[in-house]
C-alpha cells in the first residue's frame, strides 16, 4: 500500500512538473494574438502612413500615391548601398510596409521626413526614401519588410503570413 500510494504521488508531481515546463516555453496569449494582424487598407488614404503594432513592433503602412512610385521606381541603383528595386521589397507598389525601426541603433523613424521624403531617424540622421531603403546616414541596412499577404478578397493584408 505504501508502494503504491508513493508511486501514484511520485506519478503526479511528474505530471505536473511536465506541464509546468511545457506552460513555461509556450508563447504568451498576447503575443500568439499578436502573431497575425489583419489590416483593412481601405483607412489608409493615398499619401498617409498608418502605425499599427504588431508583435510589439511598429509597422508602417504607406498607401503611395503614381508620383511616389515613380520616384522610388526610377531610382539610380548605384546611389543605393543595399541594391533593392522597389519592386523587390513591395508586392503591391501602391503600399509599403515596413517594421518601423531603424536598423541602426533601434529608433523609430519619422514618416514624411528627410531629404528623400521618405522616413528619418532624428537620432543619429538616417534618410530612407519613400520604400525604405537606406540613403544616407549610419544605419547600415534599409527598413526590414514584415511577412504578409494580400487577401484575395476586400482589400486588406495580413501581417505575419507570407504568400505561399
Known sequence: MLVASSSSVGLAMAKNTVGNFVAYLTPGRDLVALATVEVELDVVPEGKTVIIEWQGKPVFIRH????????????????????????MRHKDPRYVILIGICTHLGCIPLGNKGLFEGWFCPCHASHY?????????????????????FLQKGNSVILGEDEE
Open 64 to 87: 503611395r500615391g503614381e508620383q511616389e512610385i515613380d520616384e522610388a521606381r526610377n531610382v539610380d541603383m548605384n546611389e543605393l548601398r543595399h541594391k533593392q528595386t522597389d519592386q
Open 129 to 149: 526614401d519613400n520604400s525604405g531603403r537606406i540613403r544616407m546616414g549610419p544605419a547600415p541596412e534599409n527598413l526590414p519588410t514584415p511577412p504578409y499577404r
